[in-house]
């Protein structure tokens, strides 16, 4: 029942892939990018375009056993009840970075129990057919930035101008804390709140594991961008003409 039930209703994937077109020179460089059909910035991002302490800090705040689980973390959903229930408030969701991309692939319609109920099904059929690499990636092109900004290659040209191949330890602490809520944390718009959202990763004991005693510190003081800049827009005659 459960492999027809899966089959009837697969995750809508495909739809998810869709991604800015982009124009490079010939080592590679992006000289412009054009926005989806939807008007998003959403550019191709792998594991591999993106600073790999990046990535470690990433894991270790938003779902430290991605790599043990099958698409929904018992225990942290355990973690998050308790937290509920003794706290009077929802100190953390238990939500995995599968259970993310179930989400920013088919965004749920309410908060209801059984909208996470399909969320953590859906997480569970992802993790079926993706492999681990795929869903990060997924996840790294998907992640709500703000406006019409998703995914991390997008957010650091807008707000740092380069891509993020190598990102300070500040940088990266901005780019895990946006997505939980981008447009209450744009940095352009509530700069006080995106440093507030920093400074929460900085301070979480599993990131200061990852980043090294005494770079946290360092971080804050780092000031956080208050504008956001336009994405490369280079050659525009010749990179037009390269997509028709």
Do not use: C
Not at 195 to 206: D, F, K, M, S
Request: net charge positive; aromatic share 6%.
């Amino acid at each position: 029942a459960l492999e027809a039930a899966d089959r009837a209703y697969p995750p809508p994937l495909e739809a998810a892939r869709a991604r800015s077109a982009e124009v490079r020179d010939a080592d590679g460089q992006l000289l412009r990018a054009f926005a989806t059909k939807d008007g998003l910035w959403r550019l191709k991002t792998t594991a591999g375009d993106v600073d790999p302490q990046f990535i470690r800090m990433l894991i270790a705040y938003e779902d430290h056993r991605f790599y043990q689980h099958s698409g929904v973390d018992i225990r942290a959903l355990g973690r998050a009840a308790f937290q509920l229930v003794t706290h009077g408030r929802i100190v953390s969701g238990g939500s995995t970075l599968s259970m993310q991309v179930a989400r920013l692939i088919e965004p749920r319609e309410s908060r209801s129990v059984f909208a996470k109920l399909k969320q953590m099904a859906r997480a569970v059929q992802i993790e079926r057919r993706l492999s681990k690499a795929e869903i990060l990636d997924l996840y790294l092109s998907l992640a709500p930035y703000g406006g019409n900004l998703e995914g991390v290659r997008a957010a650091s040209f807008a707000y740092f101008g380069k891509e993020p191949k190598r990102l300070t330890v500040a940088q990266s602490a901005l780019l895990v804390a946006l997505p939980q809520l981008p447009e209450r944390r744009r940095p352009d718009r509530f700069p006080a709140n995106a440093e507030a959202a920093r400074e929460r990763v900085l301070t979480r004991l599993a990131v200061a594991a990852v980043i090294g005693e005494g770079e946290a510190g360092r971080a804050r003081l780092a000031p956080v961008p208050n504008k956001r800049r336009q994405l490369p827009a280079y050659a525009a005659h010749l990179a037009e003409a390269a997509i028709r």
